[in-house]
């Protein structure tokens, strides 16, 4: 019932910027927060940026400045600015969310991922 849909990873030269997004859809009654994380080859998943419902931002050290998430409420949808790309960005980015999802008479709070965009910054 509920799916988060990532666009927007691919290649990118140092110093370059990308857009990510995640749309959430399906019987969501709420969501909490969302955010990104990231996982590159080796290392385990990080969070990157988050957002709450009241707006409440946070971002992993190593992308302050570069990075801002922002939230569009009525779309289900986050977007992540990605500036001033290192190669050290490299990595899957993961978008998550934490619903209440309706299921029948009921609210299940859960945590949800997205299938995961490659990014990939290069020369």
């Known amino acids: 019932q509920v799916q988060l849909v990532e666009s927007g990873g691919g290649l990118v030269q140092p110093g370059g910027s990308l857009r990510l997004s995640c749309a959430a859809s399906?019987?969501?009654?709420?969501?909490?927060?969302m955010g990104w994380y990231r996982q590159a080859p080796g290392k385990e998943r990080e969070l990157v940026a988050s957002i709450t419902a009241g707006g409440e931002t946070n971002y992993a050290d190593s992308v302050k400045g570069r990075f801002t998430i922002s939230r569009d409420v009525y779309e289900n949808t986050v977007h992540l600015q990605m500036n001033s790309l290192k190669p050290e960005d490299a990595a899957v980015y993961y978008c998550?969310?934490?619903?209440?999802?309706?299921?029948?008479?009921?609210?299940?709070?859960?945590?949800?991922w997205g299938q995961g965009t490659q990014v990939t910054v290069s020369s």
């Open positions: 399906g019987t969501i009654f709420s969501i909490n927060a």
């Open positions: 998550n969310a934490e619903l209440a999802v309706v299921s029948g008479p009921a609210l299940y709070e859960n945590d949800y």
